[in-house]
């Protein structure tokens, strides 16, 4: 049976809809991100799966069992569920060791069940000496692990997470991304995370579901989230990509002033007439000083380079394109000076048509 | 369905209940108020023959009008007091700006009318303390001074007020970002230059806006009007209202005629909220960049010396000469060993009929007012602000009513609501605890609702997701967060409350006499040492409690709010 699912979810706050109509369902230990811009309905979704929204349209379901509907909501505190906030959230007013043990004590745990759980979960994240702690007196990443262990140590039916790492630091930040997917191998708590920053998303997720507009727009692992984006919004917001108009034109797919050979995309090949949206990736195109001796490879110019350090980032022009100019990133140790002719070397493996 | 009944209830029960309870503490009384103030006393017919009589007299309508120059006359006062003291303290290397601090809040904290009557052992005519230092310096026949007057009236009023033009000037002051200064200066204008034409007029609004304040302070004032004014017979709105209490008692002209003090208070406190409000001032600019401090040179010591000069008049000289009387067998005879005695405050404890049982209601009064008044007004912030139920703002609107009705007019509305038949509380505890409750409830509010708006709601949120329900929230996370705000609450009210007389004096019966009421009834039978002794007894409570505040809280707890 499915952990969770939101069925035709939607939550309307005035005239403006915050989500619309969302499907998704979670497996049984799935960790699942709620990915895009601010604005897009993902925290209002966490909100309502939480029990701190009602939705005004569609049902909310764990194990079977019906959580949110408009008509009726069950209140966060009987879901079973463990949150951890943007804000962290940790009670200024109790120690380290008595914001952790808070949740047991609520299911009335006997105190020492209470104490050697607390401690147990405050050593894997590495907080046992801290325990008497108050909550002023640590830094932003330790209040961060405080957090995690408060909402772990309950054993939650599911786990959900606001933007926990956007107050931290960048080094931090890459830190706790392992350091959540570690707690997550070693509890399989069902999860629901949500986050505007992709590369958390990719580092943390079973699947990643992408929001706009208060709309999923793809549910996918993060493999074939940025190699096969379906939509347009997913291709160029899960990193980045040229987009090429294709259109079929005697026997050549005419990509706006330069052609590869109509075959190349199996079984996507649009029929005469007719066209489709490209997605392809600057990495998936090669550059080459001396041309390729087939179909695939097309002569270009160097518009201009920057240099990042881990690649480079060249702006081409194909020759007869026009205006059309393509994103391409090389090796550190490959350059081009501007003006430079070069030829591209396109794989129709990573061109991937979107809707 | 069960469900959902069962998460409605008790959420519509406390609806009912803080409903019930500002009902019962400002609606009524104010709807009995307008009401009896259209009512024949005999007849309960509908007629405007109350306004006719509170108006009909030229003596009644001459007190509104000086009580209007009083007004007036104490605000310019304390104008020229506390600017440039705010301006020093705030912008410049004036030395002892702790001093002037502290004399602004002891000045703050002193009950308006033991400064009274330390003035008139001051500036009493031919006895007073200035007047005989006269008489012996320049063998003149003359008085020098006579507190007597309307201009002494003002000044005693203005040396206690000044307190809210220091503090509203002082923290708008503090938001003007030297730059501002430094733009100036950078283009040619003086220190002098820069002050009058870019600071003052940036904080202009907020000066004026604390002129307001002790306008209104002033015409609800009942204490000093009544110690001072009613011997030097000067009629002001409060002292007449209080006649119209006098047998045979005439609560619905008193009520008419309280219209104008509550419609003036009202309009004012409008406006007030309006210039405050007005973006593009002081308020927006905020703090940034550094605060350089402007150097005064010689100028420094003249500002400190006028800094001292107020202290002198507003603190010093008062209550050295109230505590002095008090420990003296004449006041009159000064400071030597045959003239110290204990026995005015032995009288006053031990032997005095009523003395003894005033402190103790004084205490009682005041803990029940301020912890009630504190625990509806949290309820009530808290609904408000975590949206829990509908009309949370027609709430709040009632909970900070009381704040635009001087509390002298919204006695008469507790006399008309509770003092009769069904409920007869006239002369009770609970009427007395009712009124002060209802009074100080805006302060409360203000209190309770900064302090939930400190917690972050996802501080609660955790607490649910976990399993805690809204109470356990509320009870594990809330109310240890807000201990320290509530307690600085109540201490303010409970303060306040001690030396509250403008409603007491209105509601008060034979066994539930304050110290306040009591000091009234003895500035009338004249015994001054005795006065000054009971004004000493409440000065000391005072002090321990703002004292124990200060420890607790902080050193400004009662300037921060009670400058709001």
């Given at each position: 049976?499915?952990?969770?699912?939101?069925?035709?979810?939607?939550?309307?706050?005035?005239?403006?809809?915050?989500?619309?109509?969302?499907?998704?369902?979670?497996?049984?230990?799935?960790?699942?991100?709620?990915?895009?811009?601010?604005?897009?309905?993902?925290?209002?979704?966490?909100?309502?799966?939480?029990?701190?929204?009602?939705?005004?349209?569609?049902?909310?379901?764990?194990?079977?069992?019906?959580?949110?509907?408009?008509?009726?909501?069950?209140?966060?505190?009987?879901?079973?569920?463990?949150?951890?906030?943007?804000?962290?959230?940790?009670?200024?007013?109790?120690?380290?060791?008595?914001?952790?043990?808070?949740?047991?004590?609520?299911?009335?745990?006997?105190?020492?069940?209470?104490?050697?759980?607390?401690?147990?979960?405050?050593?894997?994240?590495?907080?046992?000496?801290?325990?008497?702690?108050?909550?002023?007196?640590?830094?932003?990443?330790?209040?961060?692990?405080?957090?995690?262990?408060?909402?772990?140590?309950?054993?939650?039916?599911?786990?959900?997470?606001?933007?926990?790492?956007?107050?931290?630091?960048?080094?931090?930040?890459?830190?706790?991304?392992?350091?959540?997917?570690?707690?997550?191998?070693?509890?399989?708590?069902?999860?629901?995370?949500?986050?505007?920053?992709?590369?958390?998303?990719?580092?943390?997720?079973?699947?990643?579901?992408?929001?706009?507009?208060?709309?999923?727009?793809?549910?996918?692992?993060?493999?074939?989230?940025?190699?096969?984006?379906?939509?347009?919004?997913?291709?160029?917001?899960?990193?980045?990509?040229?987009?090429?108009?294709?259109?079929?034109?005697?026997?050549?797919?005419?990509?706006?002033?330069?052609?590869?050979?109509?075959?190349?995309?199996?079984?996507?090949?649009?029929?005469?007439?007719?066209?489709?949206?490209?997605?392809?990736?600057?990495?998936?195109?090669?550059?080459?000083?001396?041309?390729?001796?087939?179909?695939?490879?097309?002569?270009?110019?160097?518009?201009?380079?920057?240099?990042?350090?881990?690649?480079?980032?060249?702006?081409?022009?194909?020759?007869?394109?026009?205006?059309?100019?393509?994103?391409?990133?090389?090796?550190?140790?490959?350059?081009?000076?501007?003006?430079?002719?070069?030829?591209?070397?396109?794989?129709?493996?990573?061109?991937?048509?979107?809707? | 369905?069960?469900?959902?009944?069962?998460?409605?209830?008790?959420?519509?029960?406390l609806w009912l209940l803080l409903v019930g309870a500002l009902v019962v503490l400002v609606a009524w009384p104010v709807a009995e108020l307008l009401v009896a103030s259209f009512t024949a006393p005999r007849t309960g017919?509908?007629?405007?023959?109350n306004?006719?009589a509170a108006?009909?007299?030229?003596?009644?309508?001459?007190?509104?009008?000086?009580s209007?120059?009083?007004?007036?006359?104490?605000?310019?006062?304390?104008?020229?007091?506390?600017?440039?003291?705010?301006?020093?303290?705030?912008?410049?290397?004036?030395?002892?700006?702790?001093?002037?601090?502290?004399?602004?809040?002891?000045?703050?904290?002193?009950p308006p009318y033991l400064?009274?009557?330390?003035?008139?052992?001051?500036?009493?005519?031919?006895?007073?303390?200035?007047?005989?230092?006269?008489?012996?310096?320049?063998?003149?026949?003359?008085?020098?001074?006579?507190?007597?007057?309307?201009?002494?009236?003002?000044?005693?009023?203005?040396?206690?007020?000044?307190?809210?033009?220091?503090?509203?000037?002082?923290?708008?002051?503090?938001?003007?970002?030297?730059?501002?200064?430094?733009?100036?200066?950078?283009?040619?204008?003086?220190?002098?230059?820069?002050?009058?034409?870019?600071?003052?007029?940036?904080?202009?609004?907020?000066?004026?806006?604390?002129?307001?304040?002790?306008?209104l302070e002033?015409i609800a004032l009942f204490g000093t009007p009544a110690i001072?004014?009613i011997?030097?017979?000067?009629?002001v709105v409060t002292t007449q209202l209080w006649q119209f209490f006098e047998h045979p008692v005439r609560a619905e002209v008193a009520a008419a005629y309280s219209m104008p003090l509550l419609l003036?208070t009202a309009?004012?406190?409008?406006?007030?909220?309006?210039?405050?409000?007005?973006?593009?001032?002081?308020?927006?600019?905020?703090?940034?960049?550094?605060?350089?401090?402007?150097?005064?040179?010689?100028?420094?010591?003249?500002?400190?010396?006028?800094?001292?000069?107020?202290?002198?008049?507003?603190?010093?000289?008062?209550?050295?000469?109230?505590?002095?009387?008090?420990?003296?067998?004449?006041?009159?005879?000064?400071?030597?060993?045959?003239?110290?005695?204990?026995?005015?405050?032995?009288?006053l404890l031990?032997?005095h009929d009523g003395a003894a049982l005033a402190v103790v209601n004084t205490f009682v009064f005041s803990a029940a007012a301020a912890t009630l008044a504190i625990f509806i007004a949290l309820a009530i912030a808290?609904?408000?602000?975590?949206?829990?139920?509908?009309?949370?703002?027609a709430l709040a609107f009632l909970c900070m009513a009381p704040f635009v009705i001087p509390g002298i007019v919204m006695a008469i509305g507790f006399y008309a609501a509770y003092a009769g038949p069904p409920l007869t509380l006239y002369g009770t505890a609970a009427m007395m605890i009712l009124a002060f409750t209802a009074r100080f409830l805006p302060i409360a509010y203000a209190n309770g609702?900064?302090?939930?708006?400190?917690?972050?709601?996802?501080?609660?949120?955790?607490?649910?997701?976990?399993?805690?329900?809204?109470?356990?929230?509320?009870?594990?996370?809330?109310?240890?967060?807000?201990?320290?705000?509530l307690?600085?609450g109540w201490l303010l009210v409970f303060i306040l409350a001690t030396r509250e007389l403008s409603a007491a004096i209105f509601l008060v019966g034979p066994e539930t006499r304050t110290i306040s009421v009591l000091l009234y009834d003895l500035s009338e039978e004249?015994?001054?040492?005795?006065l000054?002794?009971l004004g000493?007894i409440l000065?000391?409570i005072t002090?321990?409690f703002?004292?124990?505040?200060?420890?607790?809280?902080?050193?400004?707890?009662?300037?921060?709010?009670g400058?709001?």
């Open positions: 049976m499915s952990k969770l699912v939101l069925r035709n979810l939607s939550r309307r706050f005035g005239s403006f809809t915050a989500v619309d109509a969302i499907d998704l369902t979670l497996q049984e230990g799935e960790f699942v991100s709620l990915l895009g811009p601010s604005g897009c309905g993902k925290t209002t979704t966490l909100r309502m799966i939480a029990g701190f929204i009602p939705p005004t349209g569609g049902t909310i379901e764990s194990d079977g069992v019906a959580l949110s509907s408009p008509d009726a909501v069950t209140p966060p505190e009987r879901r079973g569920m463990s949150m951890i906030f943007q804000s962290y959230a940790i009670w200024p007013n109790m120690t380290v060791a008595e914001n952790v043990g808070f949740g047991l004590k609520l299911r009335k745990l006997p105190s020492e069940e209470v104490h050697r759980r607390t401690g147990e979960i405050l050593e894997i994240v590495q907080m046992g000496h801290l325990a008497g702690r108050y909550p002023a007196e640590l830094s932003g990443g330790q209040q961060q692990r405080v957090a995690l262990a408060r909402a772990i140590v309950v054993k939650p039916s599911v786990l959900l997470l606001d933007e926990p790492l956007s107050n931290l630091d960048a080094n931090l930040r890459e830190e706790m991304r392992f350091e959540i997917r570690r707690l997550h191998d070693e509890f399989r708590i069902t999860t629901v995370y949500v986050t505007h920053d992709q590369a958390e998303a990719m580092v943390t997720s079973d699947r990643i579901a992408v929001m706009n507009a208060g709309k999923i727009e793809q549910v996918d692992a993060p493999f074939a989230l940025y190699n096969r984006p379906r939509t347009r919004f997913v291709a160029g917001f899960i990193g980045r990509t040229n987009f090429l108009e294709a259109r079929v034109h005697g026997g050549q797919l005419d990509l706006g002033g330069f052609a590869l050979p109509a075959g190349v995309l199996n079984g996507h090949t649009p029929a005469a007439g007719q066209s489709v949206l490209l997605s392809v990736r600057p990495q998936s195109i090669a550059l080459a000083r001396e041309p390729g001796g087939d179909a695939l490879s097309v002569p270009a110019r160097i518009v201009e380079g920057a240099y990042l350090g881990e690649h480079w980032d060249y702006l081409v022009a194909p020759e007869g394109a026009g205006e059309t100019k393509l994103r391409v990133t090389t090796l550190p140790s490959q350059r081009h000076q501007p003006g430079e002719q070069v030829w591209l070397r396109f794989d129709p493996d990573q061109m991937v048509p979107i809707a | 369905m069960l469900r959902r009944l069962s998460v409605i209830e008790p959420a519509t029960l017919a509908w007629t405007l023959s306004y006719a108006y009909g007299r030229a003596r009644y309508v001459e007190a509104l009008f000086n209007l120059y009083l007004g007036a006359a104490s605000a310019a006062i304390c104008a020229v007091l506390a600017v440039p003291m705010a301006w020093a303290c705030s912008r410049t290397d004036m030395p002892g700006r702790g001093f002037a601090w502290f004399t602004v809040l002891a000045a703050f904290i002193i400064g009274a009557v330390g003035w008139i052992l001051l500036a009493g005519p031919n006895s007073g303390w200035i007047n005989q230092a006269w008489v012996w310096l320049t063998g003149a026949e003359e008085s020098l001074v006579n507190v007597y007057t309307f201009w002494g009236m003002a000044i005693v009023i203005a040396l206690h007020s000044y307190p809210f033009i220091f503090i509203f000037t002082k923290s708008a002051l503090d938001l003007v970002n030297s730059e501002m200064e430094d733009a100036a200066n950078i283009l040619g204008a003086g220190t002098w230059t820069t002050t009058l034409k870019i600071t003052l007029p940036l904080v202009w609004p907020t000066i004026l806006a604390g002129i307001i304040l002790v306008f002033t001072i004014g011997p030097a017979r000067i009629n003036i309009g004012l406190i409008g406006l007030q909220k309006l210039m405050l409000n007005r973006k593009g001032y002081v308020s927006q600019t905020g703090k940034g960049g550094e605060r350089r401090m402007i150097k005064l040179g010689p100028w420094r010591w003249v500002l400190l010396a006028w800094c001292g000069f107020v202290c002198l008049l507003s603190v010093a000289a008062p209550m050295v000469a109230l505590v002095q009387a008090s420990f003296s067998r004449a006041w009159g005879r000064g400071f030597s060993l045959d003239n110290l005695t204990i026995k005015n405050y032995r009288y031990f032997e808290y609904v408000v602000k975590r949206k829990l139920l509908p009309m949370g703002g609702s900064a302090g939930v708006q400190m917690i972050h709601p996802e501080m609660e949120e955790a607490v649910r997701i976990l399993g805690g329900g809204r109470l356990t929230a509320v009870k594990s996370v809330v109310i240890p967060l807000l201990k320290k705000a307690l600085g004249g015994n001054l040492e005795v000054s002794a000493g000065l000391v002090l321990v703002v004292g124990t505040g200060m420890k607790l809280i902080g050193r400004d707890f009662m300037l921060r709010r400058g709001e």
